[in-house]
């Protein structure tokens, strides 16, 4: 990696969207991209079911829109979920050009249908590891690149903002094998957040433990504004079995036929909704959540995803990370029914941006899940991230080559700085990560009320008071800093769910059962410290114009 203190652009993360924004930067001037770990262990990788594409003419990208702003509820931003659909096709033909092999039949791509989709559009790749084949192929391009430079175990820990601009990153370099962590700022021309999600802010996620949900705390404590916080989608399928982490139970399960019972041996589904298992993620999330309310307080009731029934299908050919995950545990697709339960998966809010990426802050960009277009309103639609990652990376790159303030002063670099990698009461900061993760879940997850909000505000707040004096002794320790992450994302979600009064898509009010005609197409908006308000995206569009 170049020890260069200034570089043209730099980019927070190395997921679909960070990658595929650095290798358009990289023909126009030097790209240093920063991700937490190693290359490539992001949400991209771990993502199964495949990438949503219209790859069969007008029509079919047509019902591509209809399905997205469907499934978003009353709250997707249309002219975004446009730019999707339309760019789509460019986007992953670009890709399969640049190495990444999907699965075919002959010469043919195989296509497979996901919940709340009209039309089989899925690709996948090597059965259940689309995301795996989309970042390998991504970061083998990158690396190709002479000006992408990349710096692994590497975060972000402040935006330097000047005169209203973002001109600079610090960040801190851990060497796990030297136990010793290297300080610095960096200054670029234009600034890109992909660093992903949050889910790591809830006890029971499909997601990563990077996801930390960095990249949206560094913004907003930058002073740009989030949007649709509450918006944080559960996906209704996570291996359920005690001591063993979440594993994602891919929506193409149910794509290619899975049935969903309660602990009775009932098909339900079709209690809640007319699509049965194939309705969209958040019906069947609250159904299965319904399904596994136990009488017995702090019990629940197991519910199960059923293949046994399925003909005609290779299950270890077409699912077979998630079959040898499962043959781990004794399980078997052929012949048990599988344990499942939701389990937080997806941001639908973030840095809200336009539709090119821009922010309110001059000189800083938002790409992937780490932003918020309205793309998704309040439920994505199944395998639109990833296609969202490529759409809205690309774009965010090409407003940056075009900043009319990007030859601007770019400030001067700190000099850089040794710590100790070592944590002070490293047993206490996990404990308090823990007890956040649990307050979000029992307060701010599946079902909520004014009651559970209120209380998990004042059980953040007092975790966020006893971590000061940790912090304190710990600034550049990275748990830590994790730690005051996700202090910040959770309080965006509590605050935006509690001001929203009605049930939207993934967020569900209790005491406000219904939706609510007069916050159709508004969204809510966030800024550190300040009240919640609620207005209609293209109102926001005219503050990302500098």
Partial sequence: MSRSEIVDYLVIGAGIAGLRAAIELANHGEVLVITKESLGESNTHYAQGGIAVAT???????????DTVAAGDGLVYRPAAKVLVEEGPERVAELIGWGAAFDRKG?????????AHSHPRILHANGD???????????????????????????????????GRVIAADLISADPDAHRSESRRVAARAILIASGGAGQVYSDT???AVATGDGIALAVCAGAELADMEFYQFHPTALSLPGVPRFLLSEALRGEGAYLRNDHGERFMDRYHPSLELAPRDVVARAIAREGISSDPGQSRPVYLDMRHAKGIDLTQRFPGISRFLGVHGLSLYRDLIPVRPAAHYLMGGIRTDLDGRTTLAGLYAAGEAACTGVHGANRLASNSLLEGLVFGARAAQAMLA???????????????????TCQNEAAAEALISR????????????RDDETLREGIAER??????????????????????????LKVS????????????????????????????????????????????ECFESHQARVSF
């Fill in 56 to 66: 069969e003419g007008r029509e079919d990208v047509a019902l591509h829109l209809e």
């Fill in 107 to 115: 010469s043919e791509l195989l296509r497979t249908r996901e919940a």
């Fill in 129 to 163: 590891a689309t995301g795996a084949e989309i970042s390998r192929s991504l970061v083998a391009f990158a690396r190709a690149h002479p000006r992408i430079q990349f710096a692994e175990w590497t975060m972000a820990t402040n935006l330097t903002v000047e005169h």
């Fill in 206 to 208: 499909t997601n990563p």
């Fill in 403 to 421: 900043d009319p303030a990007h030859e601007r002063g770019i400030g001067t670099p700190a000099t850089p700085e040794i710590t100790p990698l």
């Fill in 436 to 447: 956040l993760q649990s307050c979000m879940w029992q307060t701010a997850g599946l079902l």
């Fill in 461 to 486: 707040d007092a975790i966020e008071v006893s971590l000061i004096p940790i912090a304190q002794q710990n600034v550049s320790n990275r748990r830590v800093f994790e730690a005051q992450s996700l």
């Fill in 491 to 534: 309080r965006a979600i509590l605050l935006s769910a509690l001001a929203r009064t009605e049930s939207r898509g993934a967020h569900y009010r209790n005491d406000f059962p219904k939706r609510d005609a007069d916050l159709s197409q508004k969204h809510s908006s966030y800024r550190a410290e300040s009240k919640v308000d609620f």
